[in-house]
């Protein structure tokens, strides 16, 4: 079993594999499954994250109205304008975005890592998808790709904002995200690594402020920087940019400073945008209401 | 490792909005009643942390009582776990507790039925995976992710042997185990993580072994 980035790439360059495969291996041997019961398994997720999107360009809107509707704001601007960050880019955030409105609204999505970072694995396999024409065993390869870079932050540091800040959630997201991306467009595994070390890196030291506590407010435009992140690290990565710090120090110092955080900035709902004047009063609103 | 399976990093499929808080929740309900062996009619529900903080937001509560009720993650009746409760006659409180724990989010739970009461302190360290860290005073550490048993014996020389003879013979590989007693020769729990879910047979043969008091398990 692989308990770090170097260990991973390193078992994927000795077997000359790709790091899905690596991961595919692992879990066959770990759960004494088959190849097809676990490549059907990712498959099913796969099916609810294309859901999710499908759901969330026909508009949702959550229960307390503050999140919802921006997925399809963004659709039909990229129809009318040409958007200044690029067509897969911003189609990319409309999707992650678009998911994680879905979350908001207590529909039915996976969780990747986390529900409040849903948004960024599928809303960029499902952008990238269009430039890359992936075969269908690729796009469940991309989720085990980001499952294997996933499995390490959650073993060596956390996945959680409660326990890490939104670094640990959204910044995962990303980094995951991004190592997939550079697999399937045809990288190798030390460039996924590079791509997931960059992302990570620019995450470090994001707080878990929500405001009122939920799941909506930053987090689903924190998707959008998730994803966007993702595909700028791709690239980065793709063009044989390195990390000066290695992946898995990256991630060392993500726990360390998750340690460091105090509580109020992890999902407490007490610190950050949560005690902002605007905040404050949204929690009153909403909870002045339903309570 | 605290992770073992890719699975818990993507996934679990779940109804939002949050997976420590709305699934992980669900999941410690669930595993709360897996142990009780049916359904409860009362729920005493500490919430501790970010639990305590943003339960309300979260759908922690309804969360926590449908898993009690049975509600899988993903199970569409999620949000309305509260009102099925109601109807079911499952009467739940919730109480913020200011107490520091180790984790920020945790729960205590103590449910009952008629004379029958259980209490359990549940964890959720993210991605909606969870673990068990105390039943009824015992400490313990239980995923709930992969069948068990729970053991409640006398502690008398010969206890253990006579379960893993049984669990032996029927070829039930053990994955994880560990033995907790309040004091010497007193009660003491067996808790043994196994590979494979184990048939009421079997359970009906541990029951009758040496100094065995009460057995529960958990399906995954």
Redesign the interface.
């Given at each position: 079993m692989f308990r770090t980035v170097a260990e991973l790439v390193e078992m994927a360059e000795k077997d000359n594999i790709q790091i899905s495969e690596v991961m595919i291996r692992q879990e066959m041997d770990v759960k004494n499954r088959t190849r097809e019961e676990v490549f059907a398994d990712m498959e099913k997720n796969l099916e609810v994250m294309e859901k999710a999107i499908e759901d969330s360009l026909k508009g949702v809107q959550s229960v307390t109205g503050l999140t919802g509707g921006d997925a399809v704001k963004i659709q039909s601007y990229m129809k009318e304008k040409t958007p200044l960050s690029g067509h897969l880019m911003l189609d990319a955030v409309s999707k992650a975005m678009g998911t994680n409105e879905v979350n908001a609204a207590m529909g039915t999505i996976c969780a990747t890592p986390t529900a409040g970072s849903a948004g960024v694995v599928p809303g960029t396999l499902f952008a990238v998808k269009n430039q890359l024409n992936p075969t269908r065993e690729q796009m469940i390869r991309y989720l085990f790709t980001s499952g294997a870079f996933g499995f390490v932050v959650a073993n060596n540091a956390f996945i959680s904002g409660a326990a890490g800040g939104c670094q640990a959630e959204v910044g995962s997201a990303g980094a995951m995200a991004s190592a997939a991306i550079v697999e399937m467009a045809g990288g190798t595994p030390q460039q996924s690594a590079e791509a997931f070390a960059i992302t990570l890196k620019n995450m470090l030291g994001l707080v878990c402020d929500p405001v009122a506590g939920l799941v909506e407010v930053p987090c689903v435009k924190r998707n959008a920087a998730g994803s966007s992140l993702a595909i700028v690290s791709a690239d980065l990565a793709l063009a044989n940019v390195t990390s000066r710090i290695p992946c898995d120090e990256v991630i060392g110092a993500m726990y360390r400073i998750g340690k460091q955080m105090p509580s109020s900035l992890r999902e407490t709902g007490e610190g950050g945008l949560a005690d902002t004047p605007t905040g404050r009063l949204l929690k009153e609103k909403i909870f002045g209401l339903t309570v | 490792?605290?992770?073992?399976?890719?699975?818990?990093?993507?996934?679990?499929?779940?109804?939002?909005?949050?997976?420590?808080?709305?699934?992980g929740a669900a999941r410690i309900g669930l595993a709360a009643r897996n142990l009780f062996g049916k359904e409860p009619t009362w729920a005493r529900i500490h919430l501790y942390?970010?639990f305590a903080?943003?339960y309300?937001?979260?759908?922690t509560d309804f969360a926590l009582a449908g898993g009690l009720l049975g509600f899988k993650p993903?199970d569409?009746r999620?949000?309305k776990a509260l009102d099925v409760a109601e109807e079911r006659g499952l009467k739940v409180e919730f109480i913020e507790d200011s107490a520091k724990t180790e984790?920020?989010?945790t729960a205590r739970l103590i449910i009952g039925k008629d004379e029958e009461s259980m209490e359990l302190v549940g964890i959720?360290?993210?991605?909606?995976k969870v673990e068990v860290t105390e039943l009824n005073g015992f400490e313990l550490r239980l995923s709930g992710n992969h069948p068990a048993i729970l053991i409640m014996h006398n502690d008398r020389f010969g206890a253990i042997a006579s379960v893993t003879k049984i669990l032996a013979k029927h070829e039930i590989n053990i994955g994880h185990m560990e033995v907790n007693r309040k004091d010497v020769g007193k009660e003491a729990l067996m808790v043994i993580e196994v590979?494979q879910n184990v048939e009421d047979d079997i359970l009906k043969e541990l029951e009758n072994a040496d100094h065995i008091i009460r057995i529960s398990k958990i399906v995954s």
């Open positions: - | 490792m605290k992770y073992n399976s890719v699975f818990d990093i993507i996934g679990p499929v779940m109804i939002g909005p949050s997976s420590s808080h709305t699934a942390g970010s903080k943003t309300k937001g979260h759908g993903d569409p999620m949000s984790h920020p989010n959720s360290i993210g991605g909606g590979d």
